[in-house]
């Protein structure tokens, strides 16, 4: 199966800085790479995702690179604010139907 | 628009007793998806149904659960005998078919069993 590993597990930031989430993963029939933000007692929204047949994809504050030979995939966000502060999930999937989740980076954003 | 509804969000037991949650998908949703989330965890894929046929189980679905859609519509998770480690967030998730595949999750059924 699938192995998903997201580093940092925490991450603390100033306020108006950048943010980087990396995740690493094992199955090269892997070509779905979605990020999931979730609050407190909410469940996982979904900021951005990325096919493999695109290295890199950008929503205004929120970007996600793909590293396909590599096996690896990373949330950059830019200009951070307090909002911001949650838990991300990765959670790269083969075909979109199962998704396995990594266990997850806590960001506080600093004001 | 109205997203992924989960009923009850919160749920008590003790432990033996069954419980079930409801999920109602987004309208035109063809899949349906159970997870599991334990604290400080990711959430863990347990099942999912494409209409009424349900395609895929994890063997973390014991067989004291079991999950239905029997219209392709909402879908039932229901867990019976409960047991201490059963207490998790159970999250519904629901996607199209064809298209971008994009899953979108639910607010989940929090189940603490005492």
């Known amino acids: 199966g699938e192995n998903v590993e997201q580093h940092p597990s925490t991450l603390s930031v100033q306020e108006g800085d950048s943010a980087v989430i990396k995740c690493t993963y094992s199955?090269?029939?892997?070509?779905?790479f979605p990020w999931y933000k979730q609050e407190l007692g909410k469940g996982p929204q979904l900021i951005i995702d990325i096919r493999s047949n695109v290295g890199e994809k950008k929503d205004q504050r929120i970007a996600v690179t793909l590293n396909k030979t590599a096996k690896h995939f990373s949330l950059h966000i830019t200009e951070t604010q307090p909002e911001d502060s949650a838990v991300y999930f990765c959670?790269?999937?083969?075909?979109?139907?199962?998704?396995?989740f990594g266990k997850g980076t806590k960001l506080s954003v600093i004001p | 628009d109205t997203g992924v509804s989960q009923d009850p969000r919160h749920k008590i037991t003790k432990r033996g007793q069954n419980v079930t949650f409801r999920c109602d998908p987004i309208?035109?949703?063809?899949?349906l998806y159970w997870y599991r989330q334990t604290l400080g965890q990711g959430p863990e894929f347990l099942t999912y149904?494409?209409?009424?046929?349900?395609?895929?189980k994890s063997r973390l679905l014991s067989d004291r659960f079991s999950a239905e859609r029997p219209k392709g519509s909402f879908s039932t998770l229901e867990i019976q005998r409960t047991e201490q480690g059963d207490s998790a967030m159970y999250l519904c998730?629901?996607?199209?078919?064809?298209?971008?595949?994009?899953?979108?999750f639910g607010e989940g059924s929090w189940l603490t069993v005492v």
């Open positions: 998730a629901s996607s199209l078919v064809a298209g971008r595949n994009t899953i979108y």
């Open positions: 149904f494409q209409n009424e046929a349900q395609l895929e």
């Open positions: 199955d090269s029939a892997s070509n779905y």
């Open positions: 959670a790269p999937g083969a075909g979109s139907y199962q998704l396995t």
């Open positions: 309208s035109e949703h063809n899949r």
